[in-house]
């Protein structure tokens, strides 16, 4: 798991600049109905599962609350090959969506929607600022 997170994360970094354009907020609905298509064979998806069919799956809760999980690095891992997982073709909007609904887990809206209001939830939140490009 740790081996993921830093391949995720470094391919987040390297991969960073080349993604210049803004992208749609993701739809957590969306994504979970992606996710019952394509991930929960293998991941177990919802808020109360904690095992995955295949033990080598992270619970989709488990990756949210990962210390350091954003959505720069779940990005990274979604398209990079690992060994236990096959090699899925998302389209962006579809990968935003799946984002956008592990996220969900740790209490971090996706898009425009507002934070929420009990700081508890933000405990394991990790707040990324951009410098906005003139």
Known sequence: MTRILCLAIAAGILLSPMAGHAREPGD??????????????????????LRSPNPDAPAFRQLARTPGMTATALRAGLQTSHRNMPNLVLHEQDREDIIAYILKFNGFPAGKAEMPADPSLLTDT???SVKPKK
């Open 28 to 49: 957590p609905q969306k994504g979970r109905v992606l996710a019952e298509r394509t991930c929960m064979s293998c991941h177990a998806i919802g808020r109360q599962q």
């Open 126 to 128: 990790l707040f990324e």
